[in-house]
């Protein structure tokens, strides 16, 4: 079998900053794009702080940029979820189902991705009134009505960018205060298609039976009355939660599921592994530090790589 | 070969067509399908027209089919058999999971 020099796992812009990195570095690098090609990034809409795009550029746009820039430099893709790693061993392994690569070095940027609900009915009701896209599925609630749960900057970005199409869209956070920036605060305030509903949580979501959503069961979470609303979609921005599945018991990670890395480098605890973007920070979580953290993970592993051939 | 099923065709292309097909509806603002538009292009390319038609239709400029079969997310891929729905996925996956997927359905 064919021993890579460097496996990447992940398609968001710290797994194509390492690829252009390690694609340049002539190591041929092996990309595994994964279950979201292009990563968070593809549900948003116009990126305007990315450097480089004075005028903004649409986050789908810019992934599929990165992708034909790491392609240009012959980074081996490949349009598959890995289902298991084993890094037991010097030669790390990286499993397709019964397909095994084996490589000297893993990058692991399998990133974030956005927290449900966690409800029965929420599963069942996913593309029938329950969306995890606001700006993919906006559009199918023209004058109609929407709730979003949530209280962070992306919960009043969705909100605010829902209001083009809804009748009504109705904030639902369970404390009475947001912790999302001023600004966006402010902007949703003052957007008279926002009505907020505090210290409120979902219960439920209604209509299984009739095969969409009708309606959702609110909780007060001060007073616990729980009442219903007819609603006709239900969107979350309740946070994020890393990808690293796949590395439980093998990877050393944090409380919250993130990969460590040693301070100031993207090493992990296993020699030959380095980890990038958003599964291994909790903190900034941004196309940029995700990038250069991709850009650090592809000159660590060719540093590693000079020194294991000795 | 990569069909374009509109409001005026789907009749005739999907519903009554002899052999399985894959729509899937999109939209050009919608990140998740534009990343999935290279996978059902390749997969369009390499499965046999004989066994399983693959096309797109546009949510925007076909909201009569979209409405008809109740989508209400995007991407949403539909396998029509028949001229019934066999199968739904709905977001975006990568192409080894979409094929094994249509190959299930498609025998």
């Known amino acids: 079998m064919e021993t890579r020099d460097v496996i990447i796992i992940g398609s968001g812009p710290a797994g194509w900053t390492a690829a252009i990195y390690a694609a340049r570095a002539d190591l041929k690098p092996v990309l595994f794009e994964g279950p979201e090609p292009g990563g968070q990034l593809t549900t948003t809409t116009e990126v305007e702080n990315f450097p480089g795009f004075p005028k903004g550029i649409l986050g789908p746009e810019l992934m599929a940029n990165m992708r034909e820039q790491a392609k240009r430099f012959e980074t081996e893709i490949i349009s598959d979820k890995v289902t298991a790693v084993d890094f037991s061993s010097s030669l790390l392994k990286v499993m397709v189902g019964d397909t095994v690569y084996e490589s000297k070095t893993v990058i692991v940027s399998t990133g974030a991705t956005a927290r449900r609900l966690g409800l029965d009915s929420e599963k069942a009701l996913y593309g029938k009134g329950v969306s995890a896209c606001a700006t993919c599925d906006g559009f199918f609630f023209k004058n109609k009505n929407v709730i979003i749960v949530g209280g962070g900057d992306s919960a009043m970005e969705e909100a605010n960018f829902l209001t083009r199409f809804a009748a009504k869209v109705y904030l639902v956070h369970r404390r009475d205060a947001f912790r999302a920036s001023k600004v966006m605060q402010e902007r949703t305030f003052a957007n008279p298609k926002i009505e907020v509903i505090w210290n409120t949580a979902v219960e439920d979501i209604l209509g299984t039976e009739v095969g969409h959503v009708t309606g959702v069961k609110l909780k007060d979470t001060v007073s616990g009355v729980v009442r219903e609303m007819a609603i006709d979609g239900v969107f979350a921005a309740i946070g994020h939660e890393p990808n690293t599945a796949l590395f439980k018991g093998i990877l050393d990670l944090d409380e919250k599921g993130y990969i460590k890395t040693v301070p100031g480098s993207t090493r992990t605890n296993v020699p030959g592994v380095f980890a990038a973007g958003d599964v291994q920070d909790a903190k900034y979580r941004q196309a940029i530090s995700a990038a250069g953290t991709g850009c650090m993970a592809a000159l660590e592993a060719e540093k590693f790589l000079a020194e294991s051939a000795g | ?107």
Not at chain 2, 16 to 39: E, I, N, T, Y
Not at chain 2, 41 to 62: M, P, Q, S, T
Not at chain 2, 87 to 95: E, I, L, P, S, Y
């Open chain 2, 1 to 107: 070969m990569e069909h374009s099923f509109t409001d005026d065709n789907f009749q005739n292309e999907v519903l009554k067509s002899d052999v399985p097909v894959l729509v899937d509806f999109w939209a050009p603002w919608c990140g998740p399908c534009r990343m999935m538009a290279p996978v059902i292009e390749e997969l369009a390319g390499e499965i046999d027209g004989a066994k399983l038609k693959i096309g797109k239709c546009n949510v925007d400029e076909n909201p009569g089919v979209a409405g008809q079969f109740n989508v209400m997310s995007i991407p949403t891929f539909l396998v029509f058999k028949g001229g019934k729905v066999v199968d739904t996925f709905v977001g975006g996956m990568a192409k080894q999971a979409m094929k094994d997927k249509l190959d299930k359905t498609i025998g």
